[in-house]
C-alpha cells in the first residue's frame, strides 16, 4: 500500500476560519452554520462568486495560519510514518490566488504543515520531500501516478472522476457516509478514525 492524501479540506478543516473571516468582511450574516459549503453556498445563492473566490484567497493565504487540523490526521501520519505504509500529500493549489492579492499559497500550506508539527521527528516526522503540490488538478494527478499510490484520499469527488485518474487506484472519498450517486463504488471515510481503521487493521 502507498498511500496519497489530498491537503485543503482533507488534512485541513476550514469551517471555524470561513466562517469568522467572513463575518469579519461583512459578508454574510453571524447567524450562518459555521461551515465552508454553508459560506459557499450562501454566497453563490446572491451571485457573489467574486466575493466568495477572494475570500478563499485571503483564507489559504495570510489567515491559513489559523486554519485547524482534522481531528486524528496528525496521529493518523504520526502512526504511518512509525510503521507504513508509505505516504505522500498530494494536492493542486495555483501559486497565487486567482482574485484579489498575489499571496503565494502554496508556501502558506508548506509553513502550515511545519507549524502544525507534520515535519518535526519528534511529532510525526514527515519529510518536505513527500509533499508534492501540482498548480492544476491534471499535475496533482500526475503525482498520484508517479509516487505509485495505491490509495488515494480526497473530499472532492471531481478529483476521482477526472479522466486521467489511474486506474486501479482505490478511491477514499473523504467527509462523507456514503458514496455520491457518480461514484457508487468509491470507499468512503467520515473522519481519520475510520481512514486509520481501514488502513491499518483492514487493508494490510
Ligand atoms: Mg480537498
Redesign the pocket.
Known sequence: MVLGV?????IVRYDDLFHRVAVERGLIPVTLPPRKNDVRDFLRGQNRERDWTELQGYVYGPRMAEAQPFPGVLEFFARAIRRGPPLYII?HKTRTAVEGPAYDLQKAAQDWLAAQGFFDPSRVGLSPARVHFGITRPEKINFIRATGCTHFI???EE?FLEETFPTGVVKIL?GRHEPPPSLPAVEVAEGWAQISDYVFNVAR
Open positions: 489530498d491537503f485543503d479540506n482533507t494536492s480526497d473530499d472532492l478529483t473523504f
